[in-house]
């Protein structure tokens, strides 16, 4: 199945995704997160999700759970 990861070389969930060492021809670069989401819950591929962005539809494939570093951005003008 394809594992879907964010063209973002920045994306901390791309990081550990490659870091999970997949095979690359099973890797598939997605341009934004709402597409990723979107492709998963059509259940087009895998991919690795926070657990706030779960959703009913979505299924976990197994019961490692893992820590992220990211930052939290706003516009300048706020």
Do not use: W
């Not at 901390?12 to 670069?29: C, Q």
């Not at 820590?67 to 939290?72: D, E, L, M, N, S």
């Amino acid at each position: 199945m394809p594992i879907f990861i964010n063209n973002d070389e920045h994306c901390p969930l791309r990081a550990k995704t490659l870091a999970l060492d997949y095979p690359s021809e099973n890797l598939i670069t997605v341009d934004s997160l709402s597409q990723i989401l979107n492709l998963v819950e059509k259940g087009q591929g895998i991919a690795l999700l926070p657990i706030f962005l779960m959703k009913d539809k979505f299924k976990t494939i197994n019961n490692h759970c893992d820590f992220v570093k990211y930052y939290g951005y706003q516009h300048n003008g706020v």
